[in-house]
C-alpha cells in the first residue's frame, strides 16, 4: 500500500543534542542470529531446501453484488491440498470482513471506534469433504478467524474439498479499509477485495499462522482461482487475471478494441468517458463475468456503472506480453491524469519484469475509485483525483507490488517492512528511468519524506529513541512510523546495501536469484538474509544488526592527518557511533590533485580509531563521504586540514 501523507522528517523528535553510543567492534561485528534456523526445509544459502514444502489452496467462488443494498452474497469450493508432513485436524480460514464489526480486535487497536461498522462476513453454511466423505462443519468463529474442526483428520499428502455459502455488506470508503465503495460525481464505484473466505496459511515456521486482521495486510496460500461475478448488466468489471468470456459480457466494439490493444505500445481507447458518463443502454438483467488467475495468492475486483476504460500492450522479455489497462470515471480524464495511467502502467511492469522478474499474468489493471492506494495481484486501486507525478508514483509503487508480495509471497501480517520496503526500494528506480526522468527523483512520503537527499531524511528517524526497529512486528509500529521505518528505511537500507556495500554488480543478481527461488512461495527475514550473503559473498552481520535488528546512528569522522616514522602520510579515521559502513575517504594535495581511498567496514573491525596509510604527497585535506552518499548524522567532523 503506498503512503498517502506528506510527512516532514522535522515531525519526528529529533535528539540534536544526543551524544553517540561508544562504538564497540565485537558488538558490530558478533555474529547475527538470524530470526528462523536452517534445516531442510530452509537452506544455508537462503533458498528452499531440499524437502521445502507448501500447502496449496485453489478456489471457484460465484458471487453476486447487488449495489442497491451494497451486498455481496456468494459461495466458494476450495480445493486445499495438504502438502505438508503432518496430518491436519483442523482447518482455519481468514474472514478480514469481521475487521468492521463493533470490537473487532483491529478496531480496539487502533485506540477507538472504527469510522464505520458492519455484520461482518456471515457464513451462512459449510462442508467439509475429506477421504470422499463430506460433513457439515460448525464454525468456531474468533474475530477475524474461523476454525474448522474435522471429524476425519487431513493426512499428510491429503487433499480436502471445502465447501462455503456466505454473505456481507461492502464498508463504505470511508470506513478507512483496503476495500470499499464510493459514490463519484457519476455514480457508484466498488472496489472489492477480502470478498471471499480464504485459507490461512500453514507452514514449516508457524504451523497455521492466524494472526487476526488488524489492518495490516496478508499471508495467503497459492492456486488458481476460478470467479464468477454477476453485477447488472450494466457495470463493467475489472478484475485479477483473465477475463474467460468476453463474448458474452462484451460488446463487439470492445472485443475489437481490446485486440487493438493486444498489439499496441500506444494506449486504445476501449469505452470512452462520454459513454461512461452515459452509461450502457441495457434491458436490465444482469451479466457473469468469468475471470481465471493461475499462480496467484489472491484475487479482487471492480466494478461500475460510470467506467471509461483504455488498454496497450506490455512487452515482456522473451518477446511474452501481457495487457495494461486503465479504468476510471470520466472526472478522472484528461492527459496529465488517468488518461496516462496506461503508459505508466506499461512502463512500471516492462522495467520491473526486465530488471527483476518476468510479469507472469496476462493483465496489469490501474482502478481509479476508492481503497485508494492498494494492491492486489495483477489489479491496484488508485485515487479518482490522483494526478502527474502522484499518480505516476502510485501506480509504479502499487503495480510494483506485484512482485513484493504476490510473486515472492512475503507475510505482510509479520513483515510489513519486506514487501512495502522492497517495493519501495525497486520503484525508486523507475521514477529515475521513466521518460528520461520525468518524474525523477522519487520524493513522495515512502522516500526522502522531507523531499531531500535520503540520507539526511533518515537522519532524525536513526536519532529518534521511540522509533522502532524495522524487524519489529508489523502490528506493533505505530502509524506515526509505518511509513517512516517500514516504507523508507527499508527501502533506503537496499538502496544503500546496493549501491554503496555490495555495488549492483554484487547485489543484482543476488536479488534476482533470491526474487526467483522464492516466486510464488514464502521466504522468511532469514531467507533474505542468507541468500544475499551466500550468493553475493559478504557476510553482513554488522549491516543487518544496526540497520534492521537496531535503530543505530552512523558517525564517521577524520580525527586528523598525520605522518608515519617513515614520512608516509596517514589519515585517521574514527567511527564515533555504532553504525558504521563502507566509506570513500577523499584527500586532496597541495598541487590539487585527489586521491580516493576505499574502506571498507572492516576497517574498524578492531578499533573505533584507524591511521590510513594514503598515496605519498603534501596532503592538505582529507574528506570521508565527499558524495554525500551516507547517512552520517555529523557531517561537521568528515573533513580535516593540514
Known amino acids: 500500500m503506498a503512503a498517502r501523507l506528506i510527512l516532514a522528517a522535522t515531525t519526528l523528535t529529533l535528539a540534536a543534542t544526543a551524544t553517540a553510543d561508544p562504538y564497540q567492534p565485537r558488538k558490530t561485528f558478533a555474529p547475527f542470529d538470524m530470526p528462523q534456523p536452517v534445516n531442510r526445509y530452509r537452506g544455508s544459502n537462503g533458498l528452499p531446501g531440499p524437502d521445502y514444502w507448501q500447502n496449496r489452496a485453489d478456489y471457484a467462488i460465484r458471487a453476486t453484488l447487488d449495489p442497491s443494498s451494497k451486498t455481496i452474497t456468494g459461495s466458494v469450493e476450495i480445493t486445499y491440498s495438504n502438502n505438508s508432513p503432518d496430518a491436519l485436524d483442523v482447518l482455519w480460514l481468514q474472514l478480514d470482513q469481521n475487521l468492521y464489526r463493533d470490537g473487532s480486535r483491529g478496531s480496539l487497536s487502533r485506540g477507538g471506534a472504527p469510522a464505520g461498522t458492519t455484520a461482518g462476513m456471515a457464513l451462512d453454511a459449510v462442508s467439509v469433504i475429506v477421504a470422499g466423505r463430506e460433513a457439515t462443519v460448525a464454525p468456531l468463529v474468533s474475530d477475524t478467524r474461523a476454525q474448522l474442526r474435522l471429524e476425519e483428520a487431513l493426512p499428510a499428502g491429503g487433499t480436502a474439498t471445502i465447501r462455503l455459502r456466505y454473505h456481507y455488506v461492502v464498508p463504505s470508503e470511508s470506513f478507512g479499509g483496503r476495500t470499499g465503495w464510493l459514490t463519484s460525481r457519476s455514480g457508484d464505484i466498488f472496489s472489492v477485495a477480502q470478498w471471499y473466505p480464504r485459507m490461512a496459511v500453514y507452514d514449516d515456521v508457524h504451523g497455521w499462522d492466524t494472526l487476526p486482521y488488524l489492518a495490516q495486510e496478508f499471508y495467503l496460500e497459492y492456486g488458481t482461482f476460478d470467479y464468477w461475478l454477476t453485477v447488472p448488466a450494466d457495470m463493467l468489471v475489472a478484475g485479477s487475471g483473465e477475463l474467460m468470456n468476453p463474448e458474452e459480457v462484451l460488446s463487439a466494439a470492445q472485443r475489437s478494441a481490446l485486440a487493438r490493444a493486444r498489439g499496441s505500445d500506444a494506449t486504445v481507447t476501449i469505452w470512452l468517458p462520454a459513454e461512461a458518463a452515459a452509461p450502457r443502454r441495457t434491458t436490465g438483467g444482469t451479466r457473469t463475468w468469468h475471470f481465471r488467475m493461475k499462480d496467484t495468492r489472491d484475487v479482487a475486483w471492480s466494478a461500475s456503472t460510470v467506467f471509461a476504460w483504455d488498454a496497450a500492450r506490455i512487452n515482456l522479455p522473451g518477446g511474452g506480453v501481457a495487457v495494461a489497462q486503465s479504468f476510471y470515471p470520466p472526472e478522472s480524464q484528461g492527459h496529465d491524469r488517468w488518461g496516462r495511467s496506461t503508459e505508466y502502467l506499461k512502463d512500471a511492469v516492462e522495467r520491473f519484469s526486465a530488471k527483476w522478474f518476468t510479469y507472469p499474468w496476462p493483465n496489469a489493471i490501474n482502478v481509479a475509485g476508492p481503497a485508494a492506494g492498494m494492491e492486489y495481484p495483477g489489479i491496484v486501486f488508485d485515487g479518482i483525483d490522483d494526478a502527474g507525478k502522484e499518480l505516476f508514483w502510485i501506480t509504479a509503487h502499487e503495480i510494483g507490488h506485484g512482485w513484493f508480495p504476490m510473486i515472492v509471497g512475503f507475510d505482510e501480517r509479520r513483515h510489513a517492512w519486506m514487501d512495502e520496503g522492497f517495493n519501495t526500494f525497486i520503484d525508486t528506480y523507475e521514477s529515475d528511468e521513466f521518460n528520461h526522468g520525468e518524474y525523477a527523483p522519487k520524493r513522495d512520503s515512502e522516500f526522502a519524506p522531507g523531499g531531500g537527499n535520503p540520507v539526511d531524511e533518515i537522519l532524525p528517524i536513526l536519532a529518534d529513541p521511540k522509533a522502532p526497529p524495522?524487524?519489529?512486528?508489523?502490528?506493533?509500529?505505530?502509524?506515526?512510523?509505518?511509513?517512516?521505518?517500514?516504507?523508507?528505511?527499508?527501502?533506503?537500507?537496499?538502496?544503500?546495501?546496493?549501491?554503496?556495500?555490495?555495488?549492483?554488480?554484487?547485489?543484482?543478481?543476488?536479488?534476482?536469484?533470491?526474487?526467483?527461488?522464492?516466486?510464488?512461495?514464502?521466504?522468511?527475514?532469514?531467507?533474505?538474509?542468507?541468500?544475499?550473503?551466500?550468493?553475493?559473498?559478504?557476510?553482513?552481520?554488522?549491516?543487518?544488526?544496526?540497520?534492521?535488528?537496531?535503530?543505530?546512528?552512523?558517525?564517521?569522522?577524520?580525527?586528523?592527518?598525520?605522518?608515519?616514522?617513515?614520512?608516509?602520510?596517514?589519515?585517521?579515521?574514527?567511527?564515533?557511533?555504532?553504525?558504521?559502513?563502507?566509506?570513500?575517504?577523499?584527500?586532496?594535495?597541495?598541487?590539487?590533485?585527489?586521491?580516493?581511498?576505499?574502506?571498507?567496514?572492516?576497517?574498524?573491525?578492531?578499533?573505533?580509531?584507524?591511521?590510513?596509510?594514503?598515496?605519498?604527497?603534501?596532503?592538505?585535506?582529507?574528506?570521508?563521504?565527499?558524495?554525500?552518499?551516507?547517512p552520517d548524522r555529523d557531517r561537521s567532523n568528515n573533513r580535516a586540514a593540514t
Open 470 to 630: 524495522i524487524l519489529s512486528r508489523s502490528d506493533t509500529v505505530v502509524e506515526a512510523y509505518r511509513h517512516p521505518v517500514t516504507y523508507f528505511k527499508s527501502a533506503l537500507g537496499l538502496k544503500l546495501l546496493r549501491e554503496q556495500i555490495l555495488t549492483p554488480a554484487r547485489f543484482d543478481p543476488a536479488f534476482r536469484r533470491f526474487i526467483a527461488a522464492w516466486a510464488f512461495r514464502h521466504p522468511k527475514p532469514a531467507d533474505f538474509f542468507r541468500a544475499m550473503e551466500s550468493e553475493a559473498g559478504e557476510d553482513l552481520s554488522w549491516w543487518w544488526r544496526g540497520w534492521y535488528a537496531e535503530n543505530w546512528q552512523m558517525d564517521l569522522a577524520v580525527g586528523g592527518i598525520e605522518r608515519a616514522a617513515s614520512g608516509a602520510p596517514l589519515v585517521r579515521v574514527e567511527a564515533r557511533d555504532r553504525l558504521i559502513m563502507p566509506v570513500t575517504l577523499r584527500v586532496t594535495y597541495a598541487d590539487g590533485h585527489t586521491a580516493d581511498v576505499r574502506l571498507p567496514a572492516e576497517a574498524w573491525i578492531r578499533s573505533p580509531s584507524v591511521a590510513v596509510a594514503v598515496p605519498a604527497g603534501v596532503v592538505r585535506s582529507a574528506e570521508l563521504d565527499p558524495d554525500h552518499v551516507l
